[in-house]
């Protein structure tokens, strides 16, 4: 059974850091899309960033782009959303997903909170 659970969130200050880590079971996480969206209270869900399959290229949202770094521990089936540089409109429910073919899967989320 696919399974993602998210872990690391937590309540930071402004300019700290923080890793996030996704633990998949199921599936062999390396051959697919694996990445993070974010949802603040009232706000759409959006694309933090992502790790494709084979190849392992990275995307992120302009937002992030030099803050956050995704990676992947191919041998513990795990990856991570290391943010640094926080600021407090990261504050948001911060998701897991996997793309397999058209599916997605989705993680239980895990909150980040940035504040003072």
């Known amino acids: 059974q696919l399974q993602l659970v998210e872990s690391g969130g937590g309540l930071v200050q402004p300019g700290g850091s923080l890793t996030l880590s996704c633990a998949a079971s199921?599936?062999?996480?390396?051959?697919?899309?694996i990445g993070w969206f974010r949802q603040a209270p009232g706000k759409e869900r959006e694309g933090v960033a992502c790790?494709?399959?084979?190849?392992?290229?990275?995307d992120y949202a302009d937002s992030v782009s030099g803050r956050f770094t995704i990676s992947r521990d191919n041998a513990r089936n795990t990856v991570y959303l290391q943010m640094n540089s926080l600021k407090s409109e990261d504050t948001a429910l911060y998701y897991c997903?996997?793309?397999?073919?058209?599916?997605?899967?989705w993680g239980q989320g895990t909150q980040v909170t940035v504040s003072s």
């Open positions: 199921g599936f062999t996480l390396e051959y697919y899309a």
């Open positions: 997903y996997v793309k397999q073919g058209v599916a997605i899967y």
């Open positions: 790790i494709h399959g084979t190849g392992g290229g990275t």
